[in-house]
């Protein structure tokens, strides 16, 4: 059987925090790859974003050289509105027949996901039931959003098979990274060299 973590993101703009995360629980759950997917177009933001195409060759250049890593654009070429429990079923089918066998799949989300006051939380989410029974979370904290409030939470919604991590792996957000480039700083330490590249090439600005 072939285990695979799913990262999902509007990646705008992928970071090291994005890579520092499915790095870790890919070696934690002993995962074959993580994917990183691009979301196409997400329903909670179809405004004030950059291209979908810029962000996944930004995506493609974050996992450059990273065999665990892989960038997939399987949400820019669905039609329609970017839904997590359609794109696992859709990667879930294909990546069986590649391997021809089974597949589990680990979905990787933030803690925030978990708060039942938050109302973009993963049991809102369309599909959710057939979701989650699809897939085991891998929830890591951020900021305020702790491994012990994932828990609170957990039990709050009745979700099973869940993984939860104690340690932030990262403090980074897509936001600070915007900031630095609206402000004319450096990004060097904030997202992959290749990254950097890309920026500069499409002379990404953010106002």
Known sequence: MKHIGILGGTFDIVHNGHV????????QLGLDKVLLVTAGKPPHKQSGVLDSEVRHELVEGAVEGNPGLEASRIELDLPGLSYTYRTVMQ???????????????TFILSAEYLDPANPSNVTTWDEADAFLAKVQLAVVPRGKYTAELARQWVEELKLTNVRIFDQ????????????????????????????????????????
């Not at 990667?91 to 799949?105: A, D, H, K, P, T």
């Open 91 to 105: 990667l879930s089918e294909l990546l069986s027949e590649q391997s021809s066998g089974n597949v589990s799949i």
């Open 20 to 27: 520092d995360v499915a790095n870790f629980v890919a070696k």
């Open 168 to 207: 932030q792996i990262s403090s980074l957000s897509s936001g600070i990274v915007r900031d630095a480039i609206k402000n004319g700083l450096a990004i060097d330490d904030l997202v992959p060299p290749r990254v950097v590249e890309l920026v500069k090439k499409h002379g990404i600005i953010y106002s």
